[in-house]
């Protein structure tokens, strides 16, 4: 039976996003966690908090279905090397294994198709960028507010 992502499951997974605790959802096209590639549609609203993080085992590519994500890279001391947005001038995004990254939803509903090796590992503290807030950390609004004027060149700052 093949697969699909519809405007239905689109529109179903915004609403179900902006219903969500973490203003986030996901439908996910692999079969289970321990398939060997995961592929998942994920849709997150503007107040959607993701902490930076990295994935040391496995390579990630995002490619945008609806709306627009920041998406800022950064090296190991914090400074931002690229920033991109998805649904913009920008489509589709590998990101190498290892690498801290970071994404904001510029537009509620936005989704992208999100494609790793499995199976699925939640980030463990230690790949959390040190000092980055937990979700649900009072200092997470105040970072989120810097992903979305954050360029190129700048640093971190907790």
């Known amino acids: 039976m093949t697969k699909q992502i519809t405007r239905e499951n689109l529109t179903q997974l ?11 959802t996901n ?10 590639v995961q592929r998942l549609a994920v849709t997150m609203d503007k107040e959607s908090y993701v902490r930076i993080h990295r994935h040391p085992h496995t390579w990630e590519l995002l490619s945008t279905l609806t709306g627009r994500l920041v998406v800022l890279i950064y090296n190991s001391a914090g400074q931002i090397t690229d920033r991109l947005v998805l649904g913009e001038e920008t489509r589709t ?66």
């Open 93 to 158: 995004l590998e990101i190498p294994a290892g690498i801290w990254h970071s994404a904001i939803a510029l537009d509620n509903g936005s989704t992208f198709l999100e494609i790793k090796q499995g199976p699925y590992v939640p980030v463990p503290e230690e790949d959390t960028f040190p000092g980055s807030p937990a979700e649900g950390d009072d200092k997470s609004q105040a970072t989120m507010a810097w992903y979305l004027t954050a360029k190129v060149g700048d640093t971190v700052k907790f």
């Open 14 to 24: 915004a609403a179900k996003a902006s219903e969500s605790p973490r203003l986030r």
């Open 27 to 36: 439908l996910n096209l692999h079969p289970d966690v321990n398939d060997p």
